[in-house]
């Protein structure tokens, strides 16, 4: 390529993604072993039991991707676009100049030979045929290579849509099931309703990534079988003994004692507005009027505020109820 290039801040975000931040080293999803995994995807001189700090996930990522840029640079002789100088930076962080997930790697590719022979309009399907490890397709390099391709093109990417509504009752039982999982294993994941958001996505990647899964936020096979071993999240002990009042700065809880403490207060004034009227409305007749007459009066009298005492009396049940609700979710890791 006749000018360097270097990586837009778009691959950067791409890759912290993808990769996600894993401050202890993890086993390669495919063998279970070598190449052990830390930080954002990075494998040179890693070993079982590292343990690194974000910044030093950081400096790897950066020195990955430049080692990547660099491969790029050195390799392909035509003039590339931005994204389609991204799209093979990712490939190359990836799957390492080597092929670490498979074959030779992507110096001696075919992906290469074809783009450096002008022919740009395969690089998509060529990226798509790098999605197996160990001799099976991995979901998550599937994804992966989908959105190299949509950098490639300038396309938006698009997740399938399997995974981003439900478009069968199976699909929605499926769905509500993991989300019901989840959340007894306390992952937040909303409301267990079937359909799949971002809060179950990030449940899902969540849940994989404590489990040494591949990340993707898939619903899969390996994910469901996880599943039902899977061990609880730990939750501090202050999670778990929080209570409402621990929980005060939080906007939900601001309002729902909000909404306690103004029916607290519609019921003591109305109370004391009303109980002011009944002696006021009874005073004069006392003396001269039958006591029926009396009370009659009376009640014609305070009624409007009983009911509004009534009323605040809900009010501050419902809040009671909130603050409750909200304070068992936050316990038990419904709420981050």
Same mark, same amino acid.
């Given at each position: ?9 778009? !691959?950067? &975000?791409?890759?912290? #993604?993808? *990769? =996600?931040?894993?401050? @202890?080293?993890?086993?390669? /999803?495919? $063998?279970? %072993? ?26 790897? !990522?950066? &020195?990955?991707?430049? #080692?990547? *840029? =660099?491969?790029?640079? @050195?390799?392909?002789?035509? /003039?590339? $676009?931005? %994204? ?26 075919? !992906?290469? &030979? ?46 399938? !849509? ?175």
């Amino acid at each position: 390529m006749p000018i360097a290039m270097k990586a837009s801040r778009a !691959l950067f &975000a791409l890759e912290r #993604e993808e *990769e =996600a931040l894993r401050l @202890r080293a993890y086993p390669d /999803p495919a $063998t279970g %072993g070598a190449p052990w995994t830390i930080g954002y995807g990075h494998t040179h001189d890693v070993h079982p039991g590292m343990t690194i700090t974000e910044a030093q996930a950081e400096a790897f !990522l950066a &020195a990955d991707v430049a #080692e990547a *840029e =660099a491969i790029v640079n @050195r390799s392909v002789h035509v /003039p590339l $676009t931005q %994204g389609q100088f991204d799209a093979l930076v990712d490939f190359v962080f990836n799957i390492g100049p080597g092929g670490k997930w498979a074959g030779d790697g992507f110096t001696t590719s075919t !992906l290469l &030979a074809r783009l450096n022979a002008g022919d740009y309009a395969s690089g998509p399907h060529q990226l798509s045929l790098w999605n197996h490890a160990a001799g099976r397709e991995l979901a998550g390099l599937t994804k992966r290579r989908a959105r190299e391709a949509a950098l490639w093109t300038g396309k938006p990417y698009v997740a399938p !849509l399997a995974v981003t509504k439900a478009r069968t009752e199976r699909e929605t039982a499926i769905i509500r099931g993991v989300q019901g999982q989840l959340k007894a294993l306390h992952y937040p994941v909303g409301k267990v309703d079937g359909i799949y958001g971002n809060l179950t996505r990030d449940a899902i990647k969540a849940f994989q990534a404590d489990n040494e899964l591949t990340d993707t936020g898939r619903i899969d096979q390996s994910l469901l079988d996880t599943l039902k071993t899977g061990k609880p999240r730990l939750l501090s002990l202050e999670r778990q003994n929080a209570s409402p009042a621990d929980l005060k700065d939080r906007p939900t809880v601001k309002i729902a004692g909000a909404v306690r403490n103004t029916g607290a207060a519609a019921v003591g004034a109305s109370l004391a507005v009303g109980a002011a009227q009944a002696a006021i409305a009874a005073m004069p007749a006392i003396a001269s009027a039958p006591v029926l007459h009396t009370a009659g009066e009376v009640l014609l009298q305070v009624w409007p505020f009983l009911a509004s005492a009534v009323g605040g009396a809900l009010v501050y049940a419902l809040g009671r109820q909130l603050l409750g609700a909200i304070t068992t979710e936050f316990r038990q890791g419904q709420l981050l």
